[in-house]
């Protein structure tokens, strides 16, 4: 059946913009572009504990049957949850089936009409689309920029009608885009003086950040300064799913009204398995091998691009951009580096806002000192 000719008209001019997005084949390429920042995703062993775990456990189920709160609360759920919260020193957790559904859950309940949001500009287009869905206003702050959101803060602060209208602030502990980290303390003690919820996004810094790879808020000792932190299994830990943590009071209401929690079949047995078999892993002396590695590697592709004089976005995290600016020549520039066998993925506009396109480099414990020396002598001789 042919679809209504205004989609069609919307495909046709992404395609006329150099635009249109389309799947592509996994390929043999050195990786420069995935978040398996650990290689935990292809671990055998990580594999094979889960299946031992599984079958010590006789858990032998495929799907989860139902919701949470239906016919799904299987008994890893808590397990699960109660481990999370001693590792990462939280009162209470909820598993999400990803990120994406627990941004968009916790953003889309939490703050409530009358309520404010306030955002960096890069954030994640997942808690965008949470907030999309919320009835409180938002308004974004400049990326990482705490003076900036101190002065939306005290302009709210004399504009605030009710007494009980709420602020809630947002970052991420890693932007996806850029790499770059904001300044956690000082974000705590102004929201504190503002008396504000602050909210963390640790996608990226699990695993990644913190001497045991536990996340940023948690290397800082902020855990009872930050009113909620998500932290995602996609990425350094190789599975898939996410972790709400917060107050047991923050739990129960997301139980209670956090709607894509509650619509949706829950997670299965196995993936479960898989996350706790996934921390016990990155917590182990293997576990902070990987991490080791992976830090060794960022500090090599840093010596790197002073050496080669290539200008990236300061970073200390696995994400290293080098701004190209241009779709077109952005999107020439990765086609090379993926001909010359290296998989690194142009970032576009919209995605990124113009003129600020860029080649994005994930670094990775398993990428050779070699590779990262070849990868960047490549790129160096175009720019
Ligand atoms: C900062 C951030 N938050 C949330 C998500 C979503 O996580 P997931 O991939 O588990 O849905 C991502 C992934 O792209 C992310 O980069």
Redesign the pocket.
């Known amino acids: 059946m042919n679809v209504p000719d205004k989609l069609q008209k919307k495909i046709e001019e992404r395609q006329h913009n150099n635009l249109l997005r389309s799947l592509g084949d996994t390929t043999n390429l050195i990786d420069f572009s995935s ?1 398996d920042y650990l290689g935990l995703s292809k671990s055998k062993e990580l594999f094979v504990n889960t299946h031992h775990f599984l079958a010590e456990n006789l858990i032998f189920e495929n799907g989860a049957t139902g919701s949470r709160l239906l016919s799904g609360n299987h008994s890893l759920y808590t397990e699960v949850e109660e481990e999370l919260c001693q590792i990462h020193h939280a009162e209470a957790a909820l598993l999400f089936n ?6 968009l859950g916790f953003f889309s309940s939490v703050p409530l009409r009358g309520d404010i949001i306030l955002y960096d500009e890069l ?5 965008r689309d949470g907030i999309q869905l919320s009835n409180a206003k938002s308004y974004k702050f400049k990326h990482n920029n705490v003076e900036n959101l101190a002065e939306k803060l005290a302009a709210l602060q004399q504009g605030l009608q009710a007494e009980n209208q709420e602020i809630y602030v947002v970052t ?1 502990s ?3 885009m850029d790499g770059d980290m904001p300044n956690l303390l000082e974000l705590v003690d102004l929201c504190e003086k503002y008396k504000a919820y602050l909210i963390v ?1 640790e ?2 810094a699990l695993g990644v950040l913190g001497n045991k790879g536990l996340g940023l808020v948690q290397d800082l000792q902020l855990e009872n300064k930050v009113f909620a932190r ?1 932290i ?4 350094a830990l190789g599975c ?3 972790v709400v943590l917060g107050s047991k009071t923050l739990i129960q209401f997301l139980i209670n009204f956090s709607r894509s929690f509650i619509y949706t079949t829950a997670l299965p047995p196995h993936a479960l398995a898989t996350i706790k078999v996934a921390y016990d892993y990155m917590l182990s002396v293997k576990g902070k091998g990987l991490q080791k590695d992976l830090h060794e590697n960022i500090s090599y592709f840093l010596s790197e691009t002073k050496r080669l004089e290539i200008k990236f976005i300061p970073s200390k995290t696995a994400i290293h951009c080098c701004i190209i600016s241009g779709n077109k020549k952005t999107r020439d520039w990765a086609k090379k580096l993926q001909d010359f066998g290296f998989d690194v993925k142009p970032i576009l506009s919209p995605t990124v806002p113009e003129g600020k396109e860029r080649l994005r480099f994930c670094l990775h414990s398993f990428n050779s000192k070699k590779e990262i020396t070849q990868v960047l002598e490549k790129l160096s001789t175009f720019v």
Request: cysteine-free.
């Open positions: 978040n990803s990120g994406y559904t627990a941004n954030i994640h287009a997942s808690i991420e890693v932007f996806s996004d996608a990226h998500i995602t299994f996609g990425k898939h799913g996410a």
